[in-house]
């Protein structure tokens, strides 16, 4: 799934350029649907190897709907004069906890894989087509290239430096999200002897402030500017990753580390893409950006793994923190317009 996620990154760009946003949108949201519910039944029939090759392009489904709603997103920001896409991404969080909820209940009822995603998946089919008339045709088109004189095309010049940056900030606020979700509950439980539920509590917090923060942190970086946004809350998720590795073994202090870690990097994924989304050739751009999160999300948890077996888990916290400063330090390039 991780390979497909960035091939399909990579390749989606060129392809919204080509063919805009709306095209993508209905034609790979039912055919993502289709395939979980296809690997459902291939992982209760122990079918390893049409799994993994049905999972690999599950993963480029992934990254291509991922940066066309993006870019709309984007496209939508720029026709309203409003900062929208932590909202929009607060809308993602509310999702995930919504399925979350949902895998709960049918494992408690003993439901199979598959009419436990089956649910999900037609709801991600069909609500695209509802939808339909909403979504505007041509986002993400591009102007054919023009040429030089001797008929060969110019380049386009979508590419920069403040990319790098961008894709820096990114990776390092989105490595302190999915480190938290990851390992935030067992540095509750080994660091603090927290018992199961005040651990999950600790977590649920963390979540508690992200989803806050990213359905009113948008009209902030309006007042203030996206760089300045993204500056202050990394600034107070360094401060809650610090407060949960020096807290123990008081959990009041952790669970306040907790919320903030989670305010701190709720801003990072939808303003660095906004921030990217910015320009022309914003599909190129947003998807450079969104390679670089999805990076650190799908190779950061299990890498932070690895150094918490070595330092302990709680130790293991101060690179998230330092991730974390590295954010704040390049978030100043995501400008300071103010709305």
Excluded: C
């Amino acid at each position: 799934t991780g390979v497909g996620s960035i091939i399909g990154l990579n390749l989606v760009g060129r392809m919204i350029a080509r063919w805009g946003t709306k095209r993508w949108i209905l034609t790979f949201y039912p055919a993502l649907a289709i395939v979980v519910i296809i690997n459902s039944m291939l992982i209760e029939s122990h079918s390893t190897v049409p799994y993994i090759i049905l999972a690999f392009f599950m993963g480029g489904m992934m990254g291509i709907t991922d940066v066309s709603v993006n870019v709309d997103g984007t496209a939508l920001e720029k026709a309203v004069g409003k900062t929208l896409m932590p909202r929009m991404h607060a809308g993602y969080s509310v999702g995930t906890l919504a399925g979350s909820g949902w895998g709960a209940l049918a494992a408690a009822g003993n439901f199979s894989l598959l009419w436990t995603v089956l649910p999900l998946a037609l709801m991600a089919a069909v609500l695209p087509f509802l939808l339909a008339r909403h979504l505007p045709a041509g986002i993400g088109v591009e102007a054919a290239e023009e040429n030089h004189t001797d008929g060969t095309p110019k380049p386009a010049h979508w590419f920069s430096f403040v990319l790098v940056l961008f894709g820096l900030g990114i990776l390092g606020i989105t490595l302190a999200e999915g480190g938290a979700g990851d390992w935030m509950a067992l540095g509750f439980t080994q660091g603090y002897h927290a018992s199961a539920p005040n651990a999950g509590f600790g977590f649920t917090l963390f979540f508690l402030g992200m989803v806050l923060v990213r359905f009113y942190g948008g009209a902030l970086a309006d007042r203030i500017g996206k760089g300045r946004a993204l500056q202050l809350f990394a600034a107070i998720g360094v401060a809650g990753v610090l407060m949960v590795i020096f807290g123990a073994p008081n959990l009041i202090v952790g669970w306040i580390g907790a919320a903030l870690w989670g305010a701190g990097v709720a801003l990072g994924f939808p303003l660095f893409l906004s921030a990217a989304g910015e320009g022309e050739n914003s599909a190129k751009r947003v998807g450079f950006v969104a390679t670089w999160g999805y990076g650190a999300f799908l190779a950061g948890p299990p890498l932070l793994g690895l150094l918490a077996d070595q330092l302990g888990m709680l130790n293991m916290f101060f690179v998230i923190g330092g991730f974390l400063l590295v954010a704040l330090l390049v978030a100043g390039a995501a400008g300071n317009k103010r709305a």
